[in-house]
T-cell receptor, first 118, second 111 residues
Framework: GAVVSQHPSRVICKSGTSVKIECRSL??????MFWYRQFPKQSLMLMAT?????????EQGVEKDKFLINHASLTLSTLTVTSAHPEDSSFYIC??????????????FGPGTRLTVL | KNEVEQSPQNLTAQEGEFITINCSYS?????LHWLQQHPGGGIVSLFM???GKKKHGRLIATINIQEKHSSLHITASHPRDSAVYIC?????????????FGKGTKLSVKP
């Protein structure tokens, strides 16, 4: 099946620094990728929808200037957490939407990135 | 009220037991996903359904669109099935691929 990778898998940073997380679809092209955040013992929450070649669409309550999303190619989207603070510590997961024009369109999830801000 | 409700929240079973996890939703959907999240956090997509029933190995997923309900069944459960199982729906009125997630069902299978 299709594979989506994320890098890094785990990152610890100091408060005030910026962290970039990469999401790659390894064997298919994804015009749409999604970024989710999951706090402990809570369900995943969609942060933004990333479309190749255009600006990301952010969900209500997600600061676009803090969470910068770039979808520069059909296989790569990046999420940059700028000026990270301890409350940004979370598990960030991306997914890539494989569209084939058939009923088998589906999302493939990356393994996630655990961010800890000290 | 959450748009996607799962039950039970927690489930403990003995190895070999037949397991059912339920998902009810309140919105019109274009598809429903069953996901598996392991303790490390990684998520695997198990099924995507828009009607009927799908089977993959020991896993079976069913959906009843009229009743807005889906079930995930695991036959002959095994300790390696221990994980959180998440139901997610694609809102018919939302963007393609935009999912609404349930809170998950934590399954523990004891040897």
């Amino acid at each position: 099946g299709a594979v989506v990778s994320q890098h890094p898998s785990r990152v610890i940073c100091k408060s005030g620094t910026s962290v970039k997380i990469e999401c790659r679809s390894l064997d298919f092209q994804a015009t749409t990728m999604f970024w989710y955040r999951q706090f402990p013992k809570q369900s995943l929450m969609l942060m933004a929808t990333s479309n190749e070649g255009s600006k990301a669409t952010y969900e209500q309550g997600v600061e676009k200037d803090k969470f910068l999303i770039n979808h520069a190619s059909l296989t790569l989207s990046t999420l940059t957490v700028t000026s990270a603070h301890p409350e940004d510590s979370s598990f960030y997961i991306c997914s890539a939407y494989q569209t084939s024009g058939r009923a088998t369109d589906t999302q493939y999830f990356g393994p996630g990135t655990r961010l800890t801000v000290l | 009220k959450n748009e996607v409700e799962q039950s039970p929240q927690n489930l403990t079973a003995q190895e070999g037991e037949f397991i059912t996890i339920n998902c009810s939703y309140s919105v019109g959907i274009s598809a429903l996903h069953w996901l598996q999240q392991h303790p490390g956090g990684g998520i695997v997509s198990l099924f995507m359904l828009s009607s009927g029933k799908k089977k993959h190995g020991r896993l079976i997923a069913t959906i009843n669109i009229q009743e807005k309900h889906s079930s995930l069944h695991i036959t002959a459960s095994h300790p390696r099935d221990s994980a959180v199982y998440i139901c997610a729906v694609e809102d018919y009125g939302g963007s393609q691929g935009n999912l609404i997630f349930g809170k998950g069902t934590k399954l523990s299978v004891k040897p």
